[in-house]
């Protein structure tokens, strides 16, 4: 493979990690990156849908949008909600900022490692976060009750719980959020972020967005770039009793989503069937890959609910440097966590993608391995890590199908679920 040409020191820039855009400009031509940083379907939209946004460019960046009112309802009435319930903005990322403004006002809880804005948001703002830190020996999954106490000894007024959660992957069970949400009904706001929870296929019906609209405290966060693959269009929803989600709806300027997002938001109508086919190829895909890198000797594979896998490297292997080799000589962008909160460089969230681009992964992966000749470059039995594996997996979901699939009518259901 071509060197790229990427200068690398533009990875070295800033808390968050280069945008593709970035990337790109410093390219060689004819260069591409096959992209594991970040966390988008790549399933959706399906090439169809593309050609259908390309065809309606021209007007989409012409013309004024519906006003965000009209857009929200719409969608609302697509994901079979109750508008009141619903407010949409700019991506998650722009709700989180309002809750802040509006809902925090003086100390939130939340676990790390998880998505930096809920820390920086509202540390930015001088509010007190109170950080509780997840454990690796633990898979850095969340004991609710032992998070519940610590929000006590603190005090906290706000808290928020990322399901599934960002980097780690790990996913909590519908009835325990619940009992979560329940426990904590005095706060002044709960936040259950969603953002990623499409992607799970622990359970039929795993959002609580129909418990927290019937809450006086509790809102549910959702992303639609992540789920519909769609990150450059900045669009996401809460779910939240009418009053809190008419709160925030009233601050939002009244033309703040643009004429993508309402093409999308009418679009996604007649290609619910696509979309759920998208998620089941990557719950296919999360198996695979989980297994493949399971066969990396002395790579430990998180298992996930979501759209990455957190994976810990091998103790002589540098996160920071695999990155750049790996983008410089394999065109493959990935994300080392050592600029988040409660992780370190020894970890990388890799997202989930199909096989081809996995095996380039793998390769540029041992490649950069070899200089340490410690270990025997895979194990004896090479399927013997991937079944170890599978085995810390729940059981294989029922709906792992070949594409293109038949259509079933569980969009409706999951629909039914949500109103
Ligand atoms: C848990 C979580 N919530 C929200 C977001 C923001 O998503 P959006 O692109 O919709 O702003 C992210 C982004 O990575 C995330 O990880």
């Known amino acids: 493979m071509a060197r790229t040409g990427i200068d690398t020191s533009i990875l070295h820039k800033g808390a968050h990690s280069a945008s593709y855009f970035d990337l790109s400009r410093s390219m060689n031509d004819g260069a591409e990156i096959v992209d594991f940083c970040i966390p988008c379907n790549p399933y959706f939209p399906t090439p169809e849908m593309f050609d259908e946004l390309s065809r309606d460019l021209k007007n989409i960046l012409k013309y004024y949008p519906s006003d965000a009112a009209s857009i929200t309802n719409k969608l609302a009435s697509v994901l079979g909600l109750h508008p009141q319930t619903v407010a949409m903005a700019n991506g998650s990322t722009e709700l989180i900022t309002w809750i802040d403004h509006l809902l925090i006002k003086e100390s939130v809880a939340i676990p790390i490692p998880t998505f930096g804005r809920w820390t920086d948001q509202p540390l930015e703002t001088g509010k007190r976060v109170d950080m509780f830190p997840l454990q690796e020996r633990d898979g850095f999954r969340l004991n609710l009750e032992d998070y519940v106490r610590f929000i006590r000894d603190r005090g906290s007024r706000v808290a928020v719980v990322c399901n599934v959660n960002n980097p780690d992957g790990c996913y ?43 809450r006086p405290n509790t809102v549910v966060l959702k992303s639609l770039g992540k789920n519909f693959g769609l990150h450059g269009i900045r669009f996401g929803y809460l779910m939240a009793n009418p009053a809190i989600a008419g709160k925030i709806a009233k601050v939002l300027p009244k033309w703040n989503l643009n004429s993508l997002a309402e093409k999308v938001v009418y679009m996604i109508e007649d290609h619910q069937d696509e979309y759920e086919d998208s998620l089941r190829l990557l719950s296919r895909d999360r198996r695979t890959m989980g297994g493949e890198l399971a066969r990396i000797p002395g790579l430990t594979v998180f298992p996930s609910q979501g759209n990455f896998i957190l994976v810990k490297l091998p103790t002589e292997w540098s996160g920071v440097a695999l990155r750049d080799y790996l983008v410089a000589n394999h065109g493959v962008y990935t994300r080392e966590c050592g600029n988040k909160l409660g992780m370190t460089s020894q970890f990388m969230r890799l997202v989930v993608r199909p096989t081809r681009d996995v095996d380039r992964l793998i390769d540029g992966m041992l490649d950069y391995g070899r200089q340490f000749r410690t270990r025997p470059l895979y194990e004896e039995d090479p399927l013997e890590p991937a079944r170890r594996w599978a085995s810390t997996v729940e059981d294989e979901p029922d709906n792992l199908i070949q594409y293109p699939a038949h259509r079933t009518t569980e969009y409706a259901g999951r629909r039914a679920a949500n109103g």
């Open 172 to 214: 909590l069970a519908r009835r325990d959020v619940i009992r979560f949400m329940d426990a904590l009904g005095d706060l002044d706001l709960v936040v259950i972020d969603e953002s990623f929870i499409d992607f799970s296929d622990a359970e039929q019906y795993p959002s609580v967005g129909p418990d927290a609209v019937i």
